[in-house]
């Protein structure tokens, strides 16, 4: 597998969307997140959506550039329309005003509809935590999930974040879907020729499946918590269609012709509630209590979430990302219909 700084794949990925017909500055934004999935260890998430784009982009889909109107407002809501564009801009200028309107009004919701893919969750909770407030992120998309004890697609993954200051270095991020793994994952499994574990898909038949092939072949995605507790990631899947679905008018996943992301953010201002240095002292105390306890068998420590992609962003940065060698090629291949030559771009081919 080739191995890449961030910095090179940010320029290839910023390049291969301005040659494809992105404004640099939304380019450079969608490629920066991107690359920032893959430094935290979130490979699904990240240039390996590069083809994905360009591909929409060529359709007609997607529409870099696109204005994002704000449909209905009040000081501490709004709608917008994201007119097909990049989901990222749209979802960055979503939280954005859901800051706003928190720091304004004690609490700021923000729904969107008719964008494209928005990526990670965290990068927009993030926003709100790293300026002192509560960040609350979620999204829907396209059908991929069975619902409990069926085998038929009928929600999206689902996936939902929060975000919270802790008054140290890293923040508390939880950033998870509803199924027992995202599409994306699935999608790297399969770029790298491996199987899945047991438990996240079944096939068009219903069956357990380890074969990332099955799934794109017909099968399903598993909700969280599988054949024993899945009624749990199903009930939370659910709950997030409607609040990002329905509320926003986006649409629920199992509804035809349905296509991008629906979204709804949240923002809370800590200080309406308590001084937010009191509120991260008790949030650390916490933290401290909870990783000092005592380890079960064969475990080494807890983590916090968010402190495993603190650690692979501090690797990452050092040794390098790798790429499947399925999945260079596919971007390389789509640089070369757009006229572009990687090799400036890049150290090794």
Not at 115 to 122: D, E, Q, V
Not at 189 to 205: F, M, N, R
């Amino acid at each position: 597998m080739p191995v890449f700084k961030a910095e090179q794949l940010r320029k290839v990925g910023t390049e291969i969307f301005v040659a494809a017909g992105a404004p640099r500055g939304e380019a450079e934004w969608v490629s920066h997140l991107l690359v920032k999935s893959n430094l935290v260890g979130h490979d699904s998430h990240g240039v390996i959506r590069i083809v994905q784009y360009v591909k929409a982009m060529e359709e007609g889909y997607l529409k870099p550039g696109a204005r994002v109107e704000v449909v209905r407002e009040t000081p501490s809501s709004a709608l917008l329309k994201g007119n097909w564009g990049f989901g990222q801009v749209v979802a960055k200028k979503a939280m954005e005003i859901a800051i706003d309107k928190a720091v304004k009004n004690t609490v700021g919701t923000v729904c969107a509809y008719d964008l494209y893919h928005i990526g990670r969750l965290a990068d927009y909770t993030e926003m709100a935590a790293e300026k002192g407030l509560i960040g609350i992120a979620m999204a829907n998309s396209v059908k991929s999930v069975a619902p409990y004890g069926g085998k038929e697609r009928l929600l999206s993954t689902s996936p939902m974040s929060y975000a919270f200051p802790t008054g140290g270095e890293t923040l508390f991020v939880l950033d998870i879907a509803t199924s027992v793994c995202a599409e994306g994952k699935v999608r790297v499994a399969l770029h790298k020729g491996e199987k899945l574990p047991y438990g996240c898909i079944i096939d068009k038949e219903g069956n357990p499946s380890n074969n990332p092939q099955d799934f794109y072949d017909g099968g399903a995605l598993l909700p969280l918590g599988g054949d024993s507790v899945g009624y749990k990631g199903f009930g939370l899947g659910f709950v997030v269609e409607v609040l990002s679905g329905v509320l926003s008018g986006a649409g629920c996943g199992y509804e035809e012709g349905k296509k991008g992301n629906g979204i709804f953010f949240q923002a809370i201002d800590i200080q309406r509630f308590m001084p937010v240095n009191e509120f991260e002292k008790k949030i650390s105390a916490f933290i401290q209590t909870v990783k000092s306890t005592k380890l079960r068998p064969k475990f080494r420590e807890i983590l916090m979430p968010g402190e495993p992609e603190a650690r692979t962003k501090r690797e990452r940065l050092r040794d390098g990302i790798y790429l499947p060698d399925k999945t260079w090629e596919e971007i390389r291949n789509t640089a070369n219909a757009l006229g572009l030559d990687l090799t400036s771009m890049v150290t090794h081919e």
